[in-house]
């Protein structure tokens, strides 16, 4: 346990229409899971609060109206502080889509910081207000509680500079364009599973990670780093995605802008919320719902979208490593899904690939062949862990300082 740092964190993912949130104990050296749950349909009259522990028991689970972020974060504090005493609760931990330039490492929030992410909502235009809404509805239930906010591009931070780059003139990059990297809280959690696992040695090698899910990307990470990811600049590039299209020609918006006067808002609707999986298939952009309807023409031509543009994605990001020692499927698709894992790397035997059909199937951590020269592993992510340990060892970080300052 970080030194002087006790009592429990509240993890917090606020998105457009929810708040997921977990509760962490710190009273070891590893924060402990202690309840999960969300507040959905947020600015519907029929909301939904549900929550379980660890085991899986309902804690509560009821439809009630949640007009918007600040009554859902106030319905959760006070649920949380009914259940505990106050002092208990030492900090919120917050999921933030995008850190901008300068955020190589999560932060507590401050005013400045506040500001500095609203500047940024430009660049993230359908994630940081929501995130930032969870923000300001913490901070008027209780002023008084540390919050902090975990980026997930800072894990991109030190990515090469060419891998950085555009391909616009060099003056747009002063105005913040340029690729920046997202799903960071998940790929730090995963190469920190390898290390902890397998050792430093295995955690420095080359690896790709998969972050297979309603949202999609991949990561190609070496000695640690990222040094290459299919998303840039907004969380629209690189795969297919539920409803997003992933890598669009250009010329294809600049069509539907001019030659079919689409307005912006239209095509940014059309970009984030219709197309992907949903919009190939015209039924659903689950990928558990299309497989099981795979039948279908429309849902089998969506599913074989993805799988392809993952392996020439996959295949891609080799490249930047020089090689590949080993591949992680990690999201809700890619720790879940047998089927998916195999198409995808059906005919990549020659980066090395190998997959165990039997170890697949039975949802096996290692599920490569035993000759398999790249070790190909599939298991859950815990984007909420990362951010309650990031947000102990601030505030672990910060009482330090505070005692030395006292004692000096």
């Given at each position: 346990?970080?030194?002087?740092?006790?009592?429990?964190?509240?993890?917090?993912?606020?998105?457009?229409?929810?708040?997921k949130?977990?509760?962490?104990?710190?009273?070891?050296?590893?924060?402990?899971?202690?309840?999960q749950?969300?507040?959905?349909?947020?600015?519907?009259?029929?909301?939904?609060?549900?929550?379980?522990?660890?085991?899986?028991?309902?804690?509560?689970?009821?439809?009630?109206?949640?007009?918007?972020?600040?009554?859902?974060?106030?319905?959760?504090?006070?649920?949380?502080?009914?259940?505990?005493?106050?002092?208990?609760?030492?900090?919120?931990?917050?999921?933030?889509?995008?850190?901008?330039e300068?955020?190589?490492?999560?932060?507590?929030?401050?005013?400045?910081?506040?500001?500095?992410?609203?500047?940024?909502?430009?660049?993230a235009?359908?994630?940081?207000?929501?995130?930032?809404?969870?923000?300001?509805?913490?901070?008027?239930?209780?002023?008084?509680?540390?919050?902090?906010?975990?980026?997930?591009?800072?894990?991109?931070?030190?990515?090469?500079?060419?891998?950085?780059?555009?391909?616009?003139?060099?003056?747009?990059?002063?105005?913040?364009?340029?690729?920046?990297g997202?799903?960071?809280?998940?790929?730090?959690?995963?190469?920190?599973?390898?290390?902890?696992?397998?050792?430093?040695?295995?955690?420095?090698?080359?690896?790709?990670?998969?972050?297979?899910?309603?949202?999609?990307?991949?990561?190609?990470?070496?000695?640690g780093?990222?040094?290459?990811?299919?998303?840039g600049?907004?969380?629209?590039?690189?795969?297919?995605?539920?409803?997003?299209?992933?890598?669009?020609d250009?010329?294809?918006?600049?069509?539907?802008?001019i030659?079919?006067?689409?307005?912006?808002?239209?095509?940014?609707?059309?970009?984030?919320?219709?197309?992907?999986?949903?919009?190939?298939?015209?039924?659903?952009?689950?990928?558990?719902?299309?497989?099981a309807?795979?039948?279908?023409?429309?849902?089998?031509?969506?599913?074989?979208?993805?799988?392809?543009?993952?392996?020439?994605?996959?295949?891609?990001?080799?490249?930047?490593?020089?090689?590949?020692?080993?591949?992680?499927?990690?999201?809700?698709?890619?720790?879940?899904?047998?089927?998916?894992?195999?198409?995808?790397?059906?005919?990549?035997?020659?980066?090395?690939?190998?997959?165990?059909?039997?170890?697949?199937?039975?949802?096996?951590?290692?599920?490569s062949?035993?000759?398999?020269?790249?070790?190909?592993?599939?298991?859950?992510?815990?984007?909420?862990?990362?951010?309650?340990?990031?947000?102990?060892?601030?505030?672990?970080?910060?009482?330090?300082?505070?005692?030395?300052?006292?004692?000096?």
């Amino acid at each position: 346990m970080t030194d002087g740092v006790d009592g429990t964190i509240l993890v917090i993912n606020s998105g457009s229409s929810s708040v997921k949130f977990a509760l962490f104990d710190l009273a070891a050296d590893e924060p402990r899971r202690v309840w999960q749950g969300a507040l959905e349909r947020i600015g519907f009259d029929a909301g939904r609060f549900a929550a379980t522990d660890v085991r899986g028991t309902i804690l509560i689970d009821e439809t009630l109206a949640i007009p918007d972020h600040v009554v859902a974060l106030d319905l959760l504090l006070g649920w949380v502080e009914d259940r505990m005493s106050q002092k208990d609760l030492i900090a919120v931990g917050h999921r933030v889509v995008h850190g901008g330039e300068e955020c190589d490492c999560s932060l507590l929030v401050t005013p400045a910081l506040e500001a500095r992410l609203k500047r940024l909502i430009p660049l993230a235009p359908l994630h940081l207000p929501h995130n930032l809404a969870g923000i300001v509805a913490v901070r008027l239930r209780r002023p008084d509680l540390p919050q902090v906010a975990s980026f997930d591009t800072a894990f991109h931070h030190g990515l090469p500079r060419v891998a950085r780059l555009t391909g616009l003139p060099r003056r747009f990059e002063e105005d913040g364009i340029r690729r920046y990297g997202f799903h960071g809280l998940s790929y730090e959690f995963v190469i920190d599973e390898v290390r902890r696992r397998d050792g430093d040695a295995a955690a420095d090698g080359r690896i790709i990670v998969a972050h297979l899910g309603n949202g999609a990307s991949m990561a190609a990470i070496k000695d640690g780093r990222s040094v290459e990811t299919t998303m840039g600049f907004s969380t629209l590039a690189g795969l297919p995605m539920g409803t997003r299209p992933g890598d669009l020609d250009p010329g294809v918006l600049l069509h539907l802008l001019i030659e079919k006067q689409m307005p912006a808002e239209a095509l940014q609707d059309l970009l984030y919320d219709a197309s992907g999986l949903l919009g190939i298939s015209g039924l659903s952009r689950n990928m558990a719902n299309l497989l099981a309807g795979q039948h279908a023409p429309e849902a089998a031509q969506a599913i074989e979208f993805f799988c392809h543009h993952a392996r020439r994605h996959l295949a891609g990001l080799t490249a930047a490593l020089g090689g590949l020692d080993r591949l992680v499927f990690t999201g809700g698709i890619g720790a879940n899904s047998p089927e998916i894992r195999a198409r995808i790397c059906d005919g990549l035997g020659y980066l090395g690939l190998s997959l165990d059909a039997g170890r697949n199937a039975g949802h096996e951590r290692v599920v490569s062949s035993d000759g398999s020269p790249v070790l190909i592993e599939a298991f859950k992510t815990d984007e909420e862990l990362v951010i309650a340990r990031h947000a102990r060892d601030l505030l672990g970080a910060s009482s330090t300082v505070e005692k030395t300052h006292a004692h000096g």
